[in-house]
C-alpha cells in the first residue's frame, strides 16, 4: 500500500463522500473487511479519484450514471450525495439519470430517480442540521 496516495485518497473520500461516512465505513472494518477499505481508499480515491485531468464535479457525473446504469442502489445513494458535496446541481443530477434511462433502460432510471431524490432529501436535512 502506497501511504502517500492512501492519505491523498483519504483526504478525497472524505471530502466527496463525508467524515462520517469515513469513519464508520473504516471504523467497522474487521479483519475481514480492512483490505477492501484499504484498496478502496487508496485505488479508487488516491489513484484515480486523485488525477487532475477531471473535476471531482465530473468524475461525479461519470459514477452516477455508471452505477445507476449498474444498479447499485446503496452506492448510488452514497454519490448522489457525494456528487452535491461536489457542486452537481439537482438539475445536472436530473440529467444524468434520464441519459441512463434511454442507455441503460427506463427501469434504471425509475429506480434511480426515486434513489436519487431520497438521497437529496436527506442531504438537504443533513446539511440544515449542520448550520
Request: with cysteine; aromatic share 6%.
Amino acid at each position: 500500500m502506497s501511504k502517500s496516495k492512501f492519505e491523498k485518497g483519504l483526504e478525497i473520500r472524505r471530502q466527496v463522500l463525508g467524515d462520517a461516512y469515513v469513519d464508520q465505513a473504516i471504523g467497522r472494518a474487521d479483519a475481514f473487511m480492512q483490505p477492501l477499505q484499504e484498496l478502496v481508499t487508496e485505488y479508487c480515491w488516491g489513484h484515480v479519484w486523485g488525477r487532475d485531468t477531471l473535476s471531482l464535479a465530473e468524475r461525479s457525473m461519470v459514477n452516477l450514471g455508471m452505477i445507476a446504469a449498474l444498479n447499485r442502489p446503496h452506492e448510488l445513494k452514497l454519490h448522489v450525495k457525494g456528487a452535491l458535496r461536489n457542486g452537481l446541481s439537482t438539475e445536472k443530477i436530473r440529467e444524468v439519470l434520464l441519459q441512463v434511462g434511454i442507455y441503460a433502460g427506463v427501469p434504471a432510471a425509475v429506480d434511480s430517480f426515486r434513489i436519487a431524490r431520497q438521497a437529496i432529501e436527506e442531504y438537504q436535512k443533513e446539511e440544515v442540521g449542520s448550520l
